[in-house]
């Protein structure tokens, strides 16, 4: 074997080398790792360690990519029947809300415009959007008659009706005047019998 001489420095340095190498080699995790990275630059190396790793690893690996896989779906499974839950519940709220709209007494026209401002606002709730829309489009006032503000019923009354304007009179209260009306009409149904 031939001899080859080297200075002192690069013999400390090749010294230091070997211990620092060997510190690493006696640790189980740094042996790996000086091993993946021999690997890494030399894909025929043999590493012995990192080989029995990956081995005992790769069941491991898959099993828990299954796993992960599994907790992915079911999670997406419950988001989506949460959120079929809410636009169910969303659905009956506004069947409920526009049968009780009808209930009330709203129009098909009416149901439709609050409909609309439900789209137009954003609103869910079919009953909400009917107050929002009434106190934006008051309901009329009732029509009043012009003058003195009162209905005058007996205004129109002709003289041969003037049983009629005693009794309006009298506010009903005058029973002879409503027995002698009711014998009146009994009379004229009996005489259209006769005929």
Same mark, same amino acid.
Not at 140 to 154: D, I, L
């Given at each position: 074997?031939?001899?080859?001489?080297?200075?002192?420095?690069? !013999? =400390?340095?090749?010294?230091?080398?070997?211990?620092?190498?060997?510190?690493? +080699?006696?640790?189980?995790?740094?042996?790996?790792?000086?091993?993946?990275?021999?690997? +890494?630059?030399?894909?025929?190396? =043999?590493?012995?360690? !990192? #080989?029995?790793?990956?081995?005992?690893? *790769?069941?491991l690996t898959a099993m828990n990519q299954k796993i992960d896989t599994f907790i992915a779906e079911t999670k997406k499974e419950r988001q989506e029947r @949460?959120?079929? *839950?809410?636009?169910?519940? !969303?659905?009956? &709220?506004?069947?409920? %809300?526009?049968?009780?709209? =009808? =209930?009330? %007494?709203?129009?098909?026209?009416?149901?439709?415009?609050? *409909?609309?401002? +439900?789209?137009?606002?954003?609103?869910?709730?079919?009953?909400?959007?009917?107050?929002?829309? *009434?106190?934006?489009?008051?309901?009329?006032?009732?029509?009043?008659?012009?003058?003195? %503000?009162?209905?005058?019923?007996?205004?129109?009354?002709? #003289?041969? &009706?003037?049983?009629?304007?005693? /009794?309006? #009179?009298?506010?009903?209260?005058?029973? /002879?005047?409503? @027995?002698? +009306?009711?014998?009146?009409?009994?009379?004229?149904?009996?005489?259209? &019998?006769?005929?």
């Amino acid at each position: 074997m031939a001899r080859v001489e080297i200075d002192e420095t690069e !013999l =400390r340095r090749h010294h230091q080398l070997a211990k620092t190498v060997s510190t690493i +080699m006696s640790h189980p995790k740094a042996k790996l790792l000086v091993q993946e990275a021999h690997k +890494m630059v030399d894909a025929n190396a =043999r590493t012995p360690e !990192l #080989d029995q790793v990956q081995v005992v690893s *790769e069941p491991l690996t898959a099993m828990n990519q299954k796993i992960d896989t599994f907790i992915a779906e079911t999670k997406k499974e419950r988001q989506e029947r @949460e959120t079929n *839950e809410r636009i169910n519940a !969303l659905k009956v &709220q506004h069947s409920t %809300g526009i049968a009780q709209l =009808r =209930r009330d %007494g709203y129009t098909d026209e009416g149901i439709a415009a609050i *409909e609309t401002l +439900m789209q137009e606002k954003g609103l869910l709730d079919p009953i909400d959007a009917a107050a929002i829309y *009434e106190k934006a489009h008051p309901p009329q006032a009732p029509a009043t008659p012009s003058g003195s %503000g009162a209905w005058n019923f007996a205004e129109g009354i002709t #003289d041969d &009706q003037a049983d009629i304007k005693k /009794l309006l #009179d009298t506010k009903g209260g005058n029973d /002879l005047v409503v @027995e002698n +009306m009711a014998r009146n009409v009994l009379n004229e149904v009996r005489a259209q &019998q006769r005929r």
